[in-house]
């Protein structure tokens, strides 16, 4: 048999729904939605906060280390985080030099005209450069 909810447990569900899973109040207080499963602002912290050190320590386990203070456990962190974000900017194909030259030179020479036609005529100039050299 369904469980018939009280008007003020549904008014309590659709708050906490429209409030993003923070209980009646607001911005943490009351708690959350136990129905959606959703954390208060307090819980959701705490989850994070056991999150960071779990990725932490499993850090310094495969750096050989078990003491992890809070100071290590930043660096630790920031050093992760540094590895991921730095990528190789990839190399600049010599076409694509030469019509910027061309186009920089074309800017000079005719600021008024529009960038597309410069861009093709940039284009042309290359192509002809291209198979007068050979390449």
């Given amino acids: 048999m369904p469980r018939h909810f009280s008007e003020s447990e549904v008014l309590d569900l659709i708050i906490g729904i429209i409030l993003g899973g923070r209980g009646p109040g607001g911005a943490g207080a009351g708690g959350g939605n136990p129905f959606l499963d959703i954390p208060t602002l307090g819980g959701a ?6 999150r960071l050190q779990e990725a932490a320590r499993q850090i310094h386990q495969a750096q050989g280390s078990s003491d992890y203070a809070r100071g290590d456990l930043i660096r ?8 991921t974000q730095k990528k190789k900017k990839p190399k600049v194909g010599r076409y694509q030099r030469e019509v910027g030259k061309a186009l920089k030179q074309l800017k000079k020479k005719h600021p008024r005209t529009a960038q597309a036609g410069l861009m093709k005529k940039a284009h042309r100039l290359v192509k002809a450069k291209r198979k007068r050299e050979g390449w």
């Fill in 76 to 83: 630790a962190l920031q050093g992760e985080m540094e590895k």
């Fill in 45 to 50: 912290i705490d989850q994070d906060r056991a």
